[in-house]
């Protein structure tokens, strides 16, 4: 048990004098997380945190909403920014094409997950611990970085400049991040949430990171790791197009091109993001075809898929090498 005395003695250690709170509210139960405020003290299993701002994140194209769960907070003991992210059950379910997949948010599963990758460097780290009611919270190292959503699109001064001059060290990275993730599939655990903008690159290192594993699915009739086979290849149509290239913005990338030229069908969209293509190739005719076939298997017209993160690895790897000539 520690004392407000105690608490004081440890946040003028690690914050200026003027951010220590003249009163202190001490938590040890999670279970109300929106009650959790801002300069708040938390203590799991013996260990103070200091609550911060909420995490923010979009999803499906909805912009940024916060997540009361997911707070960040300094850790007293050792002055480091963590991410504390407590117990929110979530539930829903999802189609693509004629597959149905049933998704669940999990901290027990992330807890998992993260013993399972400890000392992995492609993946992010952290602790399970238990707050007084029993509850199941992460507390993960802060990364500081740029997802690779905030990157990819700045990269080149136009997309051929892109795909020819930093496209290959792109790909080369993210085999690294596939690999790691037939790492974890080795396991018998999957990623649950695979996109773009939850791969980190840490900034003092270079090194890009996969973060958030709290969802856990079910495919019915379908592959265990199908869905993070899905999103790997849809990671990679973004990085192919150099962000997401859609319907809607089309005309803008290819500075008001007449698009019925392109000779585009609903068979060369993505199976899952309505009016997000695919078929990169009709844009920009300089991906190389071998490249483009990968892609393809994401798009509505293709009826054949992946087994495993090592056959897309090996597929790329010869795409690399071409590249790479």
Known sequence: MYSESDIRDMLVKV???????????????????????????????????????????????????????????????????????????????????????????????????????????????????????????????????????????????????????????????????????????????LHGDIRVDHILKEATSGINKWIDFDYSYMMHGESHFGFDLFGILDVLVYLVGRGHVTLHNLSQLLRGADLKTLDLYQDDLNVFVKGRIVNLRKVYPYISERLNSILLHVSIGHDDFYDSTGQIVHDLKEVLIDLQR
């Open 15 to 189: 914050v200026d004098l003027n951010k220590v709170p003249k009163k202190l509210r001490i938590i040890y139960n999670t279970t109300e997380f929106f009650h959790l405020d801002y300069d708040d003290i938390l203590i799991l299993q013996d260990r103070p945190y200091f609550i911060r701002n909420c995490c923010k994140e979009g999803r499906f194209g909805i912009g940024e909403q916060d997540k009361y769960w997911v707070r960040r907070a300094i850790d007293l003991s050792s002055g480091q920014l963590k991410i504390i992210k407590m117990v929110y059950h979530e539930n829903f379910n999802i189609k693509i094409g004629n597959v149905s997949i049933d998704f669940v948010r999990s901290p027990r599963k992330e807890g998992r997950v993260l013993n399972k990758v400890k000392g992995h460097q492609n993946f992010m780290q952290g602790i399970t611990l238990i707050d007084d009611a029993g509850n199941i919270i992460r507390v993960a190292d802060f990364i500081v970085g740029k997802s690779w959503h905030e990157i990819i699109p700045g990269l080149g001064k136009d997309h051929k400049d892109y795909y020819y001059n930093y496209f290959p060290q792109v790909l080369s990275e993210f085999i690294e991040l596939i690999t790691a993730m037939g790492f974890l599939h080795s396991h018998g655990e």
